[in-house]
């Protein structure tokens, strides 16, 4: 395996009940290092540049107005097999059929409401990772 990295964002709903600090202690108990990390507040033009793979989909809207919501935590993780890792720490994207102990299942509410985000391949990493983070920024 080689070390591979991935994009945590800790969500507005989780910003909001104060779990950021459980969830990034969570991925460094899981092995991963924090190459950078800052919170900011995204405006709906950058959600929904971020999220333009779901333009079509009928919860796009949805989904940018919840992630303006409020302050999000952006984390760009490294490990080996960090992705999958990382989606198997997380847990299904419906908290109730997340498995117990997942961070969705601890700290999501519905499917829309679900604590996190992450990559779902290590190239949707790497392109999700240099939204936030410029190269110079990652240590």
Partial sequence: MSAQRTLCI???DAVEKKKQGAIIQRLLD????????RQVR???????AFY???K??????ELCTFMTRG???AAALERDNAVQHYRDVIGATDPAKAKEGTIRKL??????????HGSDSQENGLIEISFFFAGCDLA
């Fill in 42 to 48: 995204l405006s709906r033009p950058q959600a929904e």
């Fill in 71 to 73: 302050p999000v935590v």
């Fill in 56 to 61: 079509e989909r009928p919860f796009f809207d």
């Fill in 30 to 37: 899981e092995g991963f290092s924090i190459l950078g990390m």
């Fill in 107 to 116: 700290y999501g509410t519905d499917v829309g409401e679900n604590a996190v």
């Fill in 10 to 12: 800790v969500k507005p």
């Fill in 52 to 54: 333009a793979v779901h």
